[in-house]
């Protein structure tokens, strides 16, 4: 698992070199060549995570939130420049809000669906860098700051940290879960213009392990849909 981490570390650093050159590259003297204008370098987002395939009695409950932020290499594949790739990588947070509660028993967590009086909040939390990767299209010129956009693609995280945290009466338990799946990818579609733009991801894989499953038997086999939005900077 080091190896996996060191892999993505480099990946993102070897992405943030390129970027920084990149840029050198297209200044002569202080001025910018607008023939070879790049946009959307930057970005922010928040939205709500939806789980999807919960088990029976399964209930989200409060507002499970995402945030993210990154940068973004615009690659255009044109003349006009209007049509290219984005490659980037990027930090999130999730929070997945529900009436499933998790317990640790040493090595071992069991999972609960319960009565929403018997306890405040129930989460699991996630922290990840995120690598995006997308098909860029836009009406944009050297000239004009508003204009639409179309990118979809794909994304990849790794997940440094994950947590499950319930608040009682009595107070509040919170621990690292390794039930979550470190590595988590789905597909991406963000349109819009100008500032506002909605953002939706699709994950093509479960939040938690393979063979994580409630106290019933029943296989938790829950994963998230995103919607919100995303904003663009340079």
């Not at 003297?29 to 919960?54: C, I, M």
């Not at 930090?91 to 998790?102: D, E, I, L, Q, T």
């Not at 990818?185 to 699709?202: D, P, R």
Request: net charge neutral.
């Amino acid at each position: 698992m080091d190896k996996v981490i060191r892999r993505f570390l480099m990946l993102g650093v070897g992405l943030l070199t390129f970027c920084a050159h990149s840029q050198t590259d297209e200044t002569t003297t202080g001025q910018e060549d607008f023939s070879r204008y790049l946009e959307d370098q930057f970005y922010a987002g928040f939205g709500y995570n939806v789980l999807l395939g919960k088990p029976e009695g399964v209930v989200q409950r409060n507002l499970s939130y995402n945030l993210q932020f990154g940068i973004i290499k615009d690659i255009p594949l044109n003349q006009r420049r209007n049509f290219g790739v984005g490659l980037g990588v990027g930090y999130a947070v999730n929070s997945y809000y529900s009436n499933m509660v998790v317990s640790q028993n040493v090595n071992t967590f069991l999972y609960e669906v319960m009565n929403t009086s018997d306890f405040k909040r129930s989460k699991l939390e996630t922290h990840a860098v995120e690598f995006p990767f997308e098909l860029r299209w836009r009406t944009s010129t050297a000239e004009e700051y508003k204009f639409w956009r179309i990118y979809a693609g794909a994304k990849l995280g790794y997940v440094f940290s994950g947590r499950s945290r319930v608040v009682t009466d009595e107070g509040t338990t919170g621990f690292a879960n390794d039930d979550i799946e470190k590595l988590q990818y789905g597909l991406m579609v963000n349109f819009g213009y100008n500032t506002w733009n909605i953002h939706v991801y699709y994950a093509l894989n479960p939040l938690l392990k393979d063979g994580t499953a409630l106290d019933t038997g029943e296989s938790i086999d829950i994963r998230a849909l995103r919607i919100g939005v995303i904003f663009y900077i340079l």
